[in-house]
């Protein structure tokens, strides 16, 4: 069972700063991709901001410059940075692995239970 667990979400001022991190464990032999997807109330899940094993990012356009990816394939963390938070990015933000489990032999999508950024004055 790919287990992926989250940390560092909160309350920032507009403006402020977080970082997320998650790590996976369990079940898996290999990680192709891991990243963030977002789902604010009302709306559908969207991505923020992935991390290929071999180092390839991918942002959301709405990140501009903003957010920054970064992963440690030897841990199985991914962390996001998140300066210049505007109120439009409060969210709840939730980790994304595409592992290689050992019980199918394929690569499926696992998710965090996710973490609730605030960006309030």
């Known amino acids: 069972q790919v287990q992926l667990v989250e940390s560092g979400g909160g309350l920032v001022q507009p403006g402020g700063s977080l970082r997320l991190s998650c790590a996976a464990s369990?079940?898996?032999?290999?990680?192709?991709?891991m990243g963030w997807y977002r789902q604010a109330p009302g709306k559908q899940r969207e991505l923020v901001a992935t991390?290929?094993?071999?180092?390839?990012?991918n942002y959301a356009a709405f990140v501009q410059g903003r957010f920054t990816v970064s992963r440690d394939n030897a841990k199985n963390t991914v962390n996001l940075q998140m300066n210049s938070l505007k109120p439009e990015d409060t969210a709840v933000y939730y980790c994304?692995?595409?592992?290689?489990?050992?019980?199918?032999?394929?690569?499926?999508?696992?998710w965090g239970q996710g973490t609730q950024v605030t960006v309030s004055s």
């Open positions: 991390a290929g094993s071999s180092g390839f990012t």
């Open positions: 994304y692995a595409l592992a290689l489990t050992f019980r199918s032999g394929i690569y499926s999508g696992h």
């Open positions: 369990g079940g898996f032999s290999d990680i192709n991709t």
